[in-house]
Each structure stands twice: as structure tokens, then as C-alpha cells.
């Protein structure tokens, strides 16, 4: 297939506005003949189905959870940016569009991302409307804060808690269609397969996980929106459930999927504390506007100091390198997020990590407590302080806290053209489970951003221009694409439940996360990369030949279900190895050791890379097709990154 | 390997489990012995270790609900030593860590027990009752697209700061589950406060607050006696003002609203 990414013609401004009056409309009276099925009830999900309800199309939405309100954007912290310039300080579309394309080093369409931040002014109105309690002035008026990677204050926000008040929303528009008989909602259902009718998506095959019911439903279109994969290296701050199945299930069906290797690690995360680690906890990136990140300025003292031999308040000031301070002095704590991480990564391999594991760097408030007073500080970040001494049963008030860098958010994801639609008709995928617009590096605040624009305001256009070329006879299961899809789940699982080895799902997952962390992680080069891909290949048939799993498929199987994600993780992980290794070049949350500056900088090659590398099933255990789309920008100019 | 402690001691604890196949299906206690258990673990850390070991042996893993494991999806949901959300107040299930325990004890695990909680298996249970409350009317009607600008609704910054409160729930059930009648009321006077203390919530205020009711009735929740055993188990610390509130409004709804049902 040829990549065709169906940007509308004319200049940046106008290709939104152009192409939705171009787009065909389904007569009013029409929509109630099509049916939609969006997978997923997340911010993407969620906004989605109910604005495809509102419009009149039968929808169906689909949830692992026991409700669509569980779904991992509610554990958003920072807030959600838009381009409204209430602060009068400057901010435009144009702004948005251009710190969000630099930030992500030139690695996204300039359409898409201009498109994002022109709705991103309608999504706050949308939410206020539906009584989200955003953060507000004494006035009355919306409050805004700063936040990385911008010179303007545009971030909205509800405390720490953005995340939750968005997606309580989304999920009080999706609740008000359930109610009018528009959405039909099924719950603790997860997808196991897309079915493919003559070349285009026509329904799902999904698994009812508390009896084990595999269900065949069909429709005119279908959605994903089924968020990422960062759960792909076992430890991340993603949430337990969060997996690639519906992604990587497409991908097998013929969806193209676009820059696998780029993940985003983020700074400041509490450290991993042992072997029973079953995820990680970010700490907000606020925090690093008032906290110093330092590690002892020596190999000698770091080891004295995990050996017990000292304490963290015995090292004198001039012992102590505040690293980020010294090799950024204008940018300091605040660098971007891959430059943060990086940098920590590179103190604990020098052996100047802190904490028993030595893999950790502080994060001290002593300066900005001696300055302001605990209150002070209490009153910006105590839920944050509160959360980091419930987890570490440590007081931050009193001694620094410890950061690693975890993995985040996965900016690569399913293949998508301008209406958001992947490189198989009919299936969409939207928020973080399509490549999206945030190119090789978000910035914080974008992901609730972009989840609500491709659901609220995307995609119940885009999706119109299908179906309007569709007719709207009823679509039932009875081809047989959808007795062969449940055959093959049937199958998949029985195979999972008659191997009866010795490792269980957690087991084999974990050793994956180590590979892909050690090798696909922060930094990247050839040899790592090559060495992984081998020892991937060989867990993949470990694990078709060595599972460990009790019980049967038709009844509550939390074990059964772990093991499908897991099988499809270890060839995604291959995937984002192959990926990694073909970008010969350093770009955002890819870094290739080789392709550096000689200050140890990412180094772009904007001749050779520039480009949306979209890969493509061919089979099992062949090589994927590599296929690209040439990124051209218009727009803004490229430069390196510096941030000294 | 232990964490930011290098001197804290593994412990060896007895757990007694509910287990239950399905739904239909006859429960029991059962015990299990964990042993080295980090104090810095979470409580689900440890319950992970228990599964991956019954697993190995061949025996049925327990079955609980969690995603996030950070205090704010509201899915998990275990009653520890007759607690919801165990000892520590303010604090989700996820967010407990064994360092609240000592080496030796007995932990007694038991599900949410609420008629309107049915178990779905082990210490699962299925809390759709309280999507179906939402869906009798804990939203504003208005479709995406129609919304005035933003800042075309002032909102007093108290009255937001109040609407947030409200608004923090989790709906994870600790406020059913620790009520000996099994009320929902903390959990409907949380969405019924937030939108009545909002503008954009005003219109609707008197069908929400009778229909919310009305389900929160059909779904088999108990009546309101005023014991406070739920804002003082919430995770959240959903205060006990907004069942005040939402009994004002039942009030006023009442007697002045159309509705006569």
C-alpha cells in the first residue's frame, strides 16, 4: 500500500477548516444506520463514544475495566495545555503548534499538530461546560501554570489531579448516551482481534473476562483508542493493565504501525526499590522548579554513603554535583525531559548513584525550604510529599528525595493519515495508541491534550467522510472473517492454557522489560540493540514452550489474560528494536549513542531521517516492511536543540 | 534486596483469603503462609508474591482488582482486617505498604460486602451498580461542540475549590464497604454536590438529584443513618457535608420539582 497521509492542500491555517467542509456529511436521518465500536474508555475512548453518540451513529464502547471511568488517563497529574491566551503573555495556535513540533525534534506532521492546537482551545470550553473543576483565580476566571518546554503559561489544570477531572467528564458525556440507549457499554470486555472484511474493518472479536465468553461484534467502523505500550519494559509508570493487544492485534490485520522506538522516559520517578517492583510512581515534573538534582561528587563518597557509611546530610556542599546546574547553566533542573533523563542515567553509571540500589540521583528542596519556610513548599507540593513518604517511608521535608527515570508515555503507536484512519479502511486508533503528534518527545501537558482533540473534535468528522461512502446496510457477523477470527482467539488461547511449563506470565515479562530497558531504553547502540533482538527471539519461543498457567478460559483468569498481553509484548519488543535500529540517527526519546554531539547531545540527521517509519506485518516471524513517510515542513525552520 | 532501608527485616505473615470460584459459587476462608516479605513493599506487591507462588505450584492465583497503583483509578478494593483499604487512613489499598505490618501477624483479606457488590471471584467484585447511578444522571446535558468560551462562566474561586473536593472521588465503594448498612450516599452526594455547587450544573439540579437517588435505591444500596464510618474510611477524604448537601437538595427537589415519581 502506498502511504498516503491525505493532508489537505492550502496553507497550515486553513486545512482544518478546508477539509471539514470537504469531508462528506451522513445525512442526519442516516446516522442512525451505522454502528461505530470504540475500544477503549480512556480520554480518547471515552470522548469518542460520546460525541459519536450525540451525533446519532449506534455505538459500542468497549472496556477491559469494570468501568470505563478506571481507564489510565485519570492518573494524569500536570494539566492539559491550550493555546487560549488568557495570561496575555503572548501565546498563539501558531506558539502551540511550533513548541510542540520543536519539542518533539521534528518528528511530526506539521498538519496534524497545527490542527491539534487550533482545537485545543474548544476542548477547554468543552470541559468547563461539563462542570470539570478546573483550577480558578479569585475572579472567577480559569487559572493557568507554566510547564516545560514553553515560555507561556497555557496549562490548565485541576491540582494534581487533571487527569481524573478530564477523563470524569469524558466518562459523564459517555454515561449520558448510555442512559439515552446511543452507546451500549460493555465492561471487563477485552479485544482480542480486529475482523477484516473484504480489505476494510468490520467488527471485533472480544473476551468477556469474567466468564470467558468470546463474543463476535460488527460494525461500519471501528475505533481504537486502547492508549500505549510503554508496559512493553515491565516497569513503567503506566498502570498495571495498560497493554498493547488491540494495537498489536491491528498491526497483524494489516495496520501499519509508525516509530515504535519512541518512548518517552521520564526524570523524576521514585526509584525502583527491589526485585518485587510491580510498577513505578511518577512524581510530578513540577517538582523540578523548585528541587536541585545532585549526586555526591564522587565514586568514593556515593559508595560510603550506600554502604551506610554516612549519611546523605554528612556531605558537605562542596561534595555534592548539581550536575544538571553545571552542564546547563541556562536551562539548569529544567531541561527537557530526555535531557534529564540522560543525564541521571549517566551519574549512576559512573557509580555515583545514591540509594541501596545506586540507582538513584536526589532531588533536594533543602534551599527552597531554608527560603520559603516547609509551609510554603507544603502548600504547592504536599500531596506530592505525602505520596513520595507513602511509598518510601521517607520524610522529603527532611532529607532529599531519590529520582530514576521510568518509562512514560509511547509516542510511537498504530499509523494514521490525516483523518486519523490507519493504513486498514475503516479502523481508526486515536490518543496515545496512534503514532501521533508529538513526533520523537512530548512535552507535559500534551497527552490529555491530544486524547481530547482526536475524540471530541477529530474524529466525528473524519469518521463521517467513511461512512458516508459506506452504505448503510446493517453489518452482521455472519461473513465468515468473524467465525475464523474467533477460531483463531479460541485457538490462541487453548495453546496458551495446554503448555504447561514452568514460567509464569509475570516471569517472562519481566525478563523482557529487563532486555528492552538495558538495550531499548535511554540509550541505544547498534551491537545492544542487535544482542537484544537475538535474546528476544529466543524468550518469544521460551515462552511458547514454557508458560506456566492454572484454570480454564471460562472463568475470572487474571494469569490467561496477562499471558496474551505478554506473548504480543515480546514481538512488539522485537519490533521496537528493529525500529531503533534503523534510526541511525539521535532524535528526542531516541538517543543512539553513536549519533551524538561531542558534548554527548542527540544529533538529528535531518538528510536521511526526516521521516515517519511506518512498518509493516509480513507474516510471522518475517521481517517487517519498512515503509516511510517523508515528513516535509513548511512552517518553521529546523535547528538543533541546545539547551546550555 | 531491600529499598531505601538496607536494615529492614523480610517478615513471615498468615494470610487468611476469601476465596469464591464465581459468583454463585459457595466462599471460604482460606490460609497461606507468605514468607520474606519486604516491609517495603506494597500490600499488592505481597499479594503478587503469594499468586506467583500458587501459580508455580499449580494452584489458582487469587483474584483482585487493581490497575493504576497509585491511589487514584479506584479499582482496587480489598477489606483488611475489617478495614477498607486495610490500617492506614486516607489511603487506597494500592498505596498501603507493608511496613504497617509486623513480622508474624495474621491479615485477614476479605472482599467489599455489599448486596449491591455481587463477588465475581476471590476478592473481585463487580461495582457497575454505581456506573448505572451516573448514568441516571451525574452529568451536565450538553453535547460537545456547543460549549460557550470558558471564561464566559465565572466561578467563585471557593465555590470551584468546594466542586473539586467533591469532585476527587474515586469511586472505588471503601464508603459501601465500610457502611453496616451498605449506603451509597457518600458516593451520589459526591457527584450530586459537585454539580449543584457548579453553574453549569444548575439546570438539571432537580431531576439529578431525585433520579441519582432513585437508582442508588433500585440498585439494593441500604438507607443513611449517619454513623460517619465512610468519610472516615474514604480514601479521599470525601467529606460527610456532602451527604448534608444532598439531602437538602433531595429536600427542595421534592417539593417544588414537576417530577412526581
Redesign the interface.
Known amino acids: 500500500m502506498i502511504l498516503d497521509s491525505k493532508i489537505p492542500e492550502g496553507p497550515l491555517a486553513e486545512k482544518w477548516d478546508k477539509h471539514k467542509f470537504n469531508v462528506k456529511l451522513v445525512n442526519p436521518a442516516n446516522k442512525r444506520k451505522y454502528d461505530v465500536i470504540v475500544v477503549g474508555t480512556g480520554l480518547a475512548g471515552a ?1 469518542a463514544a ?2 459519536l453518540a ?1 451525533l446519532g451513529y449506534n455505538v459500542k464502547a468497549f472496556t477491559y ?8 488517563s ?2 494524569a497529574q500536570g494539566g492539559i495545555n491550550a493555546a ?1 491566551n ?1 495570561q496575555n503573555d503572548g501565546d498563539s495556535v501558531f506558539r502551540l503548534f511550533y513548541d510542540t513540533i520543536k519539542g518533539g525534534d521534528y518528528r511530526a506532521r506539521e498538519a496534524n499538530v497545527y490542527r491539534l492546537a487550533q482545537v485545543s482551545v ?1 476542548i ?8 470539570v ?10 487559572a493557568n501554570r507554566s510547564f516545560g518546554g514553553a515560555q507561556v503559561s497555557r496549562t490548565f489544570y ?2 494534581g ?1 487533571t487527569g ?2 478530564l477523563l ?1 467528564g469524558a ?3 459517555l ?2 448516551q ?2 439515552y440507549g446511543k452507546v451500549k ?1 460493555y ?1 471487563r470486555s477485552e479485544m482480542l482481534d480486529v475482523v477484516v472484511v473484504d480489505g476494510k474493518a468490520r467488527g471485533i472479536i472480544t473476551r468477556n473476562l ?2 470467558g465468553k468470546i463474543e463476535q461484534h460488527s460494525a461500519h467502523a471501528v475505533v481504537l483508542a486502547t492508549g500505549g505500550y510503554g508496559n512493553v519494559f515491565y516497569l513503567s509508570t503506566n ?3 495498560c497493554n498493547a493487544t488491540a494495537a498489536w492485534r491491528a498491526h497483524k490485520k494489516g495496520a501499519y504501525f509508525a516509530n515504535p522506538c519512541f518512548t518517552q522516559i521520564h526524570p523524576t520517578c521514585i ?1 525502583v ?7 513505578l ?2 512524581m510530578s515534573e513540577s517538582l523540578r522548579n523548585d528541587g536541585r538534582v545532585w549526586v555526591p561528587a564522587t565514586k568514593e563518597m556515593a559508595e560510603r554513603l550506600r554502604a ?1 557509611q554516612i549519611r546523605v546530610q554528612d556531605i558537605p556542599e562542596e561534595e555534592r554535583d548539581y550536575f544538571l546546574e553545571r552542564k546547563y547553566p541556562a536551562f539548569g533542573n529544567l531541561v527537557p525531559r530526555d535531557v534529564a533523563s540522560r543525564n541521571a542515567k549517566q551519574m549512576c553509571d559512573e557509580g555515583r548513584g545514591v ?3 545506586g540507582l538513584a540521583v536526589y532531588l533536594d528542596f533543602a534551599d527552597i525550604i531554608k527560603r520559603t519556610g516547609a509551609d510554603s513548599v507544603a502548600q504547592k507540593y504536599g500531596n506530592l510529599f505525602d ?1 513520595y513518604a ?5 520524610n522529603p521535608y527532611e532529607q532529599p528525595m ?1 529520582i530514576y527515570p521510568a518509562v512514560h508515555y509511547t509516542m510511537g503507536g498504530l499509523w494514521v493519515d490525516y483523518n486519523l484512519q490507519t493504513s486498514v479502511p475503516g479502523l481508526y486508533a486515536t490518543g496515545e495508541c496512534n503514532f501521533s503528534d508529538h513526533g520523537a518527545n512530548r512535552l507535559g501537558a500534551s497527552a490529555l491534550m491530544q486524547g481530547l482533540a482526536d475524540g ?2 477529530v474524529i ?1 468528522y473524519t469518521i463521517g467522510d467513511y461512512l458516508a461512502n459506506t452504505p448503510p446496510t446493517p453489518v452482521t457477523t455472519q461473513h465468515p472473517a468473524f467465525a475464523e477470527a474467533e477460531a483463531d482467539v479460541r485457538a490462541r488461547i487453548q495453546k496458551f492454557l495446554s503448555i504447561n511449563g ?1 514460567r ?1 506470565p ?2 517472562f515479562h519481566k525478563h523482557l522489560g529487563h532486555l528492552m530497558w538495558e538495550y531499548c531504553g535511554m540509550a541505544r547502540n547498534a551491537k545492544g540493540l542487535t544482542f537484544a533482538k537475538a535474546e528476544i527471539q529466543k524468550l518469544r519461543k521460551e515462552f511458547w514452550s514454557d508458560l ?4 480454564t478460559n471460562e ?2 483468569n ?2 490467561l489474560e496477562k499471558a496474551g498481553r505478554v506473548a504480543d509484548f515480546l514481538e512488539l519488543g522485537e519490533l521496537m528494536v528493529d525500529d531503533a535500529l534503523a534510526r541511525n540517527e539521535s532524535c528526542g526519546g531516541h538517543f543512539r549513542e553513536e549519533y551524538a554531539t561531542e558534548e554527548g547531545e542527540a544529533k538529528r540527521n535531518d538528510d536521511e531521517f526526516a521521516y515517519v517509519a511506518a512498518w509493516q506485518y509480513a507474516g510471522d516471524n518475517q521481517p517487517e516492511i519498512l515503509n516511510k513517510e517523508p515528513l516535509e515542513f513548511e512552517n518553521v525552520k529546523l535547528t538543533q536543540r541546545s539547551y546550555k | 534486596m531491600a529499598g531505601s532501608n538496607p536494615n529492614a527485616k523480610p517478615m513471615n505473615l498468615t494470610l487468611k483469603v476469601w476465596r469464591q470460584k464465581n459468583r454463585t459459587a459457595q466462599g471460604q476462608i482460606v490460609d497461606y503462609q507468605v514468607k520474606d516479605i519486604s516491609p517495603e513493599m506494597s500490600f499488592l506487591e505481597m499479594l503478587d508474591v503469594l499468586n506467583e507462588d500458587l501459580l508455580r505450584r499449580g494452584d489458582d492465583p487469587v483474584a483482585f482488582d487493581h490497575d493504576c497503583r497509585e491511589g487514584i483509578c479506584g479499582s482496587c478494593n480489598l477489606f483488611i482486617n475489617g478495614r477498607a483499604h486495610g490500617p492506614e487512613a486516607g489511603t487506597t489499598t494500592c498505596q498501603l505498604h507493608m511496613r504497617k505490618f509486623s513480622d508474624g501477624d495474621t491479615i485477614v483479606i476479605e472482599p467489599w460486602r455489599a448486596n449491591a457488590f455481587p463477588v465475581n471471584k476471590d476478592l473481585s467484585v463487580d461495582r457497575s451498580a454505581f456506573d448505572r447511578i451516573i448514568q441516571a444522571g451525574g452529568y451536565v446535558s450538553i453535547n460537545t461542540g456547543g460549549a460557550p468560551d470558558g471564561n464566559e462562566i465565572p466561578i467563585p474561586k471557593d465555590i470551584a475549590d468546594r466542586a473539586f473536593e467533591a469532585a476527587t472521588c474515586i469511586g472505588c465503594g471503601a464508603c459501601v464497604a465500610a457502611c453496616k448498612n451498605a449506603s451509597a450516599m457518600l458516593f451520589v452526594s459526591a457527584k450530586v454536590s459537585q454539580l449543584a455547587l457548579l453553574p453549569q450544573g444548575h439546570v438539571e439540579r432537580k431531576t439529578r438529584v431525585e433520579n441519582m437517588v432513585a437508582q442508588m435505591d433500585i440498585e439494593g444500596f441500604g438507607a443513611c443513618t449517619n454513623i460517619g464510618s465512610c468519610a472516615a474510611e474514604c480514601p479521599v477524604g470525601i467529606s460527610l457535608e456532602n451527604i448534608a448537601m444532598l439531602n437538602r437538595e433531595f429536600l427542595v427537589a421534592k417539593a417544588t420539582s414537576n417530577n412526581l415519581s
Open positions: 470522548s460520546a460525541s450525540e475495566h469494570d468501568s470505563p471511568r478506571r481507564a489510565h485519570i492518573a487560549k488568557y474548544n477547554i470550553d468543552q470541559c468547563v461546560a461539563q462542570g473543576p478546573f483550577a480558578r483565580e479569585y475572579g472567577g476566571l480559569l485541576a491540582r489531579q481524573q477531572q470524569l466518562y459523564s458525556a454515561s449520558r448510555v442512559a457499554l465492561t469474567i466468564d498502570a498495571m493493565y526509584p526499590s527491589g526485585d518485587y517492583q510491580s510498577k510512581t511518577l551506610g540509594g541501596s540500589t505520596m507513602k511509598i518510601t517511608g521517607e531519590r471530541y473534535f466525528p514452568t509464569t509475570d516471569d506456566k498457567l492454572v484454570g472463568e475470572l487474571q494469569a
